[in-house]
């Protein structure tokens, strides 16, 4: 499948640093218009006292007024494990609509069960406003974004590039990061290696943007590089790595790693697209399965 791909469309890309959970998320606008979307937003969450509040939401809310853009996407690359999605507070705030991956309903079906959902849990994504598959496209303003479908961390994962930018998620992360793991419900470090492939044949100066950064070795957090540093430098799979190095490498990386600590709240929020869901009574609750995970 060709995409259209064109470098010539730059769109001016705006990051915000959540220092809670070491996320960027991302204001796109269309250069040409007032039109931009929002990826990967996040949700502020104090989970030992099971609070939930708005700060980094209200940041992305009060930039997109002061300059007068009009939101027309709220974009989630996948069912992070790692924080909450805000795309509904946002989305209640200001419009756009909710889009993610289709495979989003293997990883509903999944989590469902050890969440312990009811049949009133809709496993079909009609929670999200859109679905993507490899090759879909949608407009911001003027721009074509379009999507690869992108497993191995999740199956549900997607990169979104948008004119001469790449949104990946947590497929990659920067040169000198590496890669995301591969071993929660439903990932695969095969598939991930082929995901990354897919990335990396991208041309070379297209701007990759993260969706995390940890700073590794005491760095500033970074959150853009492009395809030709990735390729050329990634420690788990630039330099012409094989399939077979990059699995036995995952594979024995994520044995150590411990769970995200807020994957309990983050699945059951962002499965239901950034919804926090409730008792019989409707109040808003969050379960902890016992040994599920």
């Known amino acids: 499948m060709t995409h259209p791909i064109d470098m010539t469309i730059q769109p001016e890309v705006t990051g915000f640093f959540d220092e809670a959970t070491n996320t960027i998320s991302y204001i796109v606008r269309d250069p040409n218009s007032t039109a931009c979307a929002v990826v990967d937003s996040v949700m502020d969450i104090d989970y030992a006292a099971g609070r939930i509040t708005y700060a980094h939401a209200d940041e992305i809310i009060a930039h997109i007024r002061a300059e007068g ?27 756009g609509k909710i889009g993610t991956g289709e495979n989003i309903m293997i990883v509903q079906d999944t989590f469902g069960k050890i969440f312990n959902e009811g049949t009133e849990f809709q496993r079909d994504g009609s929670q999200f406003d ?17 999507t690869l479908h992108t497993p191995g961390h999740t199956p549900a994962c997607m990169v979104h590039v948008i004119g001469d930018a790449a949104f990946v998620g947590d497929t ?15 990932g695969d470090a095969g598939e991930l290696y ?29 959150w853009e590089t492009t395809v030709g540093d990735e390729k050329a430098h990634n420690i788990h799979v630039g330099g012409g790595k094989t399939r077979e190095e990059f699995i036995a490498f995952r594979t024995e990386r994520d044995k150590q790693l411990a769970m995200p600590k807020l994957i309990i709240p983050a699945l059951q929020v962002n499965m239901r697209a950034g919804e926090v869901p409730t008792d019989d009574n409707g109040n808003p609750m969050l379960k902890v399965p016992v040994n599920g995970l």
């Not at 853009?69 to 200001?94: G, N």
């Not at 859109?130 to 379009?146: D, K, R, V, W």
């Not at 943007?209 to 957090?221: E, K, S, V």
Request: aromatic share 10%.
């Open 69 to 95: 853009l009009t939101l027309e996407w709220l974009i989630e690359t996948h069912v992070h494990a790692d924080h909450l999605s805000a795309a509904p507070y946002i989305q209640d705030k200001l419009g």
């Open 194 to 222: 082929d995901s990354i492939q897919k990335v990396l044949s991208l041309p070379d100066d297209m701007r990759l943007f993260m969706c995390h950064d940890y700073g590794p070795n005491g760095r500033d957090i970074a």
């Open 172 to 186: 990659l992360f920067m040169p000198d990061g590496g890669s995301a793991r591969a071993d929660f419900p439903g």
């Open 130 to 146: 859109a679905l993507f598959t490899e090759g879909s496209t949608y407009q911001i303003g003027g721009m074509t974004a379009f």
